[in-house]
T-cell receptor, first 113, second 113 residues
């Protein structure tokens, strides 16, 4: 059992709206990464947070933003939703330093209509 | 820039037959290489990883992978496939185990009885 949880499981939004997705990291992990997985594709890196600071970002526009909290839970916020934002959003937690693997949550399926 | 290519979109094998899934990577330094499995509606589970040492690595569920630097490949193998192995398989590359991962587009494995 990985211990990474995400909420909600599924979400339907309308184009132009805003959405917040949540991730609870595995106990003791100080790093969280978010990925977008479009249908039939591999996950694409959105950004990573380490000790509440953004620590790397992929090729995503600024309307994708995030937060990491002192308890290492995390949020992904997406503003001005577009149809192409429909995807499975995965978070992964890890502990930096050493060879600790990343544990993935089950994901949130976002549908934008 | 780092990239991963999985040439086979879909593979069908009979239960009990051997399996090899191909992965080629492009990375500027010594890569960390990973294979993940994703069942429908699930997150990603790490099968195995490689970053140094013996180029043949053993993973969970009877899987193994061989790193070949000269061919920039990290192919996944299993000597005898079980029906429960049907899933999507992703190869990924990163700078370390906690860093951002670049995934391939995945190979969908179907197992016939």
């Amino acid at each position: 059992e990985t211990g990474v949880t995400q909420s909600p499981t599924h979400l339907i939004k309308t184009r132009g709206q805003q959405v917040t997705l949540r991730c609870s990291s595995q106990s003791g992990h100080n790093t969280v990464s978010w990925y977008q997985q479009a249908l039939g594709q591999g996950p694409q890196f959105i950004f990573q947070y380490y000790r509440e600071e953004e620590n790397g970002r992929g090729n995503f526009p600024p309307r994708f933003s995030g937060l990491q909290f002192p308890n290492y839970s995390s949020e992904l916020n997406v503003n001005a939703l577009e149809l192409d934002d429909s995807a499975l959003y995965l978070c992964a937690s890890s502990h930096s330093g050493g060879n600790y693997e990343q544990y993935f949550g089950p994901g949130t399926r976002l549908t934008v209509t | 820039a780092q990239s991963v290519t999985q040439p086979d979109i879909h593979i069908t094998v009979s239960e009990g037959a051997s399996l090899e899934l191909r992965c080629n990577y492009s990375y500027g330094a010594t890569p960390y290489l990973f294979w993940y499995v994703q069942s429908p509606g699930q997150g990603l589970q790490l099968l195995l990883k490689y970053f140094s040492g013996d180029t043949l690595v053993q993973g969970i569920k009877g899987f193994e992978a061989e790193f070949k630097r000269s061919q920039s490949s990290f192919n996944l193998r299993k000597p005898s496939v079980h029906w429960s192995d049907a899933a999507e398989y992703f190869c990924a590359v990163g700078a370390n185990t906690a860093s951002k991962l670049t995934f391939g587009t995945g190979t969908r494995l179907q197992v016939t009885l």
